[in-house]
């Protein structure tokens, strides 16, 4: 019953062209059990693990089914964000490529009148914002009459409180003979049973049993003071390098806060919330997704259905508000078959919400104690020891010794190369190497205790991706 291959569901060799070079080389499970049902444009509920490609489950059925010549638009998606609608927006548009379909991203804060040219020309696909989409509707800048398929993703969150109103403003003005589709990795019943008004007969599809959600994520918790938590991401940076990471905090001001104070210590970070302009927000994902820095930091903005290839770590800096959040946002790691690990800070006032995610998540979450990291800990101490007294961080401070390395990004240089040739010098073990952050133009590696002059030296003939690139101790402004 279960297709193997997307040549056995019949599509266009367009189609299949595109998924060939997309690399898909199977339907995921999701796939092989959605594209039937959207080919025969039933309504379905689709509750799918993150990562295991939901997306394309409704994408490569639409995009078969799409016809060209017509005018106007046939298939509406919403999404909660802007960053998911331009990401899905691409998604559909990368499958429909070789059959031409046209897909326009609508969203909020963007020049209307941009918008309204984009609608005017032949879109076969609008994947919106609600807000925007309505503010259209209104200024009848888009005719949704023609719509054959609404499919809104996230689901929950679109028919939770903060959406419900302007989905169903939406909804009404579509025409009664559309397919409708709902997809997320949690939909609580009470979601379900609003759907049924919109839907007809519609079929529950459910993926993988509820607990596999996170089984590819490793997952773990601290119990930290809130003043004590900066202090141990640190350390966590330390021991677990992550080399790619989103830290989640609950509101605008903890990002921008935590991002000024990683900016101190010289992280690769930006952060990304609500409140930024849009063009930033938008440069940021894009940058990140590039992996142009390592470290984002932000709200649930990016919690929901936003896929970047290997993140190694989710850390939830605040614990969650909302239990699914919690689902969502260490869904950010481990897509697509890969690992991943996801760790939760947990303060005094967090134990009951803690208990609620487990309980939810039907599993319980492996607590860590802060002392499994002392590791990390002690390589300092260790070397400050000998050190004359004072604050601590001034001690850490003169124990690193910080080099600028004259080449980064644009000379395509990674940490991983950094690392390399340095731990190859003699008597240097990877433990003498501190953060490693390479920039556009120039790159930094902290060395610690007193290896750092010898690596210094070093570094003037040691050759990193097979040249001498010039190297400059720079003073250590942070803590
Ligand atoms: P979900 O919406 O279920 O969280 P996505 O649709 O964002 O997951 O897909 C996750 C990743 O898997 C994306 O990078 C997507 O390109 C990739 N992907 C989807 N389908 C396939 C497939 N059949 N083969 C390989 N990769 C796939
Ligand atoms: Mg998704």
Same mark, same amino acid.
């Given at each position: 019953?279960?297709?193997?291959?997307?040549?056995?569901?019949?599509?266009?060799?367009?189609?299949?062209?595109?998924?060939?070079?997309?690399?898909?080389?199977?339907?995921?499970?999701?796939?092989?059990?959605?594209?039937?049902?959207?080919?025969?444009?039933?309504?379905?509920?689709?509750?799918?693990?993150?990562?295991?490609?939901?997306?394309?489950?409704?994408?490569?059925?639409?995009?078969?089914?799409?016809?060209?010549?017509?005018?106007?638009?046939?298939?509406?998606?919403?999404?909660?964000?802007?960053?998911?609608?331009?990401?899905?927006?691409?998604?559909?548009?990368?499958?429909?490529?070789?059959?031409?379909?046209?897909?326009?991203?609508?969203?909020?804060?963007?020049?209307?009148?941009?918008?309204?040219?984009?609608?005017?020309?032949?879109?076969?696909?609008?994947?919106?914002?609600?807000?925007?989409?309505?503010?259209?509707?209104?200024?009848?800048?888009?005719?949704?009459?023609?719509?054959?398929?609404?499919?809104?993703?996230?689901?929950?969150?679109?028919?939770?409180?903060?959406?419900?109103?302007?989905?169903?403003?939406?909804?009404?003005?579509?025409?009664?003979?559309?397919?409708?589709?709902?997809?997320?990795?949690?939909?609580?019943?009470?979601?379900?049973?609003?759907?049924?008004?919109?839907?007809?007969?519609?079929?529950?599809?459910?993926?993988?049993?509820?607990?596999?959600?996170?089984?590819?994520?490793?997952?773990?918790?601290?119990?930290?003071?809130?003043?004590?938590?900066?202090?141990?991401?640190?350390?966590?940076?330390?021991?677990?390098?992550?080399?790619?990471?989103?830290?989640?905090?609950?509101?605008?001001?903890?990002?921008?806060?935590?991002?000024?104070?990683?900016?101190?210590?010289?992280?690769?970070?930006?952060?990304?919330?609500?409140?930024?302009?849009?063009?930033? /927000?938008? =440069?940021?994902?894009? *940058?990140? &997704?590039?992996?142009?820095? #390592?470290? !984002?930091? +932000?709200?649930?903005?990016?919690?929901?259905?936003?896929?970047?290839?290997?993140?190694?770590?989710?850390?939830?800096?605040?614990?969650?508000?909302?239990?699914?959040?919690?689902?969502?946002?260490?869904?950010?790691?481990?897509?697509?078959?890969?690992?991943?690990?996801?760790?939760?800070?947990?303060?005094?006032?967090?134990?009951?919400?803690?208990?609620?995610?487990?309980?939810?998540?039907?599993?319980?979450?492996?607590?860590?104690?802060?002392?499994?990291?002392?590791?990390?800990?002690?390589?300092?101490?260790?070397?400050?020891?000998?050190?004359?007294?004072?604050?601590?961080?001034?001690?850490?401070?003169?124990?690193?010794?910080?080099? /600028?390395? =004259?080449?980064?990004? *644009?000379? &395509?240089?990674?940490?991983? #190369?950094? !690392?390399? +040739?340095?731990?190859?010098?003699?008597?240097?073990?990877?433990?003498?190497?501190?953060?490693?952050?390479?920039?556009?133009?120039?790159?930094?590696?902290?060395?610690?205790?007193?290896?750092?002059?010898?690596?210094?030296?070093?570094?003037?003939?040691?050759?990193?991706?097979?040249?001498?690139?010039?190297?400059?101790?720079?003073?250590?402004?942070?803590?």
């Amino acid at each position: 019953m279960h297709k193997m291959n997307f040549r056995d569901f019949g599509l266009d060799k367009e189609i299949l062209k595109a998924l060939e070079k997309l690399e898909y080389e199977m339907p995921t499970a999701v796939q092989q059990q959605v594209i039937p049902f959207v080919l025969e444009n039933r309504d379905i509920i689709v509750k799918s693990k993150t990562g295991s490609g939901k997306t394309a489950s409704f994408a490569i059925p639409i995009c078969e089914k799409i016809e060209l010549e017509q005018r106007n638009s046939q298939v509406l998606v919403l999404t909660p964000t802007r960053e998911l609608a331009v990401q899905v927006k691409e998604d559909i548009a990368y499958i429909g490529r070789f059959k031409k379909i046209r897909c326009a991203a609508i969203f909020g804060k963007q020049p209307i009148e941009m918008q309204k040219r984009e609608l005017r020309q032949r879109v076969h696909v609008i994947v919106a914002t609600p807000g925007r989409i309505l503010d259209h509707m209104e200024r009848k800048n888009v005719n949704l009459e023609e719509i054959k398929y609404l499919i809104i993703d996230e689901a929950d969150e679109m028919l939770n409180m903060g959406f419900i109103d302007q989905v169903e403003a939406i909804i009404k003005t579509l025409p009664l003979n559309r397919a409708t589709m709902l997809f997320s990795a949690t939909m609580p019943e009470k979601i379900e049973e609003i759907c049924n008004q919109y839907m007809i007969d519609p079929k529950r599809i459910e993926v993988d049993s509820k607990d596999s959600t996170t089984e590819k994520i490793e997952q773990a918790y601290y119990e930290v003071e809130e003043h004590r938590k900066f202090n141990l991401i640190n350390k966590i940076i330390y021991t677990e390098r992550p080399s790619r990471c989103i830290i989640f905090c609950n509101t605008r001001e903890k990002v921008e806060n935590i991002i000024r104070q990683m900016k101190n210590e010289k992280y690769s970070c930006r952060g990304l919330h609500g409140g930024m302009e849009q063009g930033e /927000r938008l =440069n940021t994902m894009q *940058r990140f &997704k590039r992996g142009q820095f #390592d470290f !984002l930091v +932000a709200t649930d903005v990016a919690a929901r259905g936003i896929h970047i290839d290997d993140v190694t770590h989710v850390i939830n800096y605040d614990i969650p508000v909302e239990k699914e959040s919690y689902v969502h946002r260490i869904g950010r790691t481990g897509r697509a078959g890969n690992g991943g690990i996801a760790i939760t800070f947990v303060s005094q006032g967090d134990v009951e919400m803690l208990n609620d995610i487990e309980e939810y998540i039907k599993h319980e979450i492996p607590k860590r104690e802060k002392e499994a990291i002392q590791e990390g800990e002690r390589i300092f101490e260790k070397q400050i020891t000998h050190k004359a007294k004072g604050d601590r961080s001034d001690k850490i401070n003169r124990e690193i010794t910080k080099i /600028r390395i =004259n080449a980064g990004k *644009r000379k &395509k240089m990674r940490p991983g #190369d950094i !690392l390399g +040739a340095i731990s190859n010098m003699e008597g240097i073990i990877p433990k003498d190497i501190g953060i490693i952050d390479v920039q556009d133009t120039c790159s930094y590696v902290e060395i610690f205790g007193k290896k750092g002059d010898f690596v210094y030296e070093e570094l003037q003939s040691t050759k990193i991706k097979g040249r001498i690139f010039t190297v400059k101790k720079v003073r250590f402004r942070s803590f």
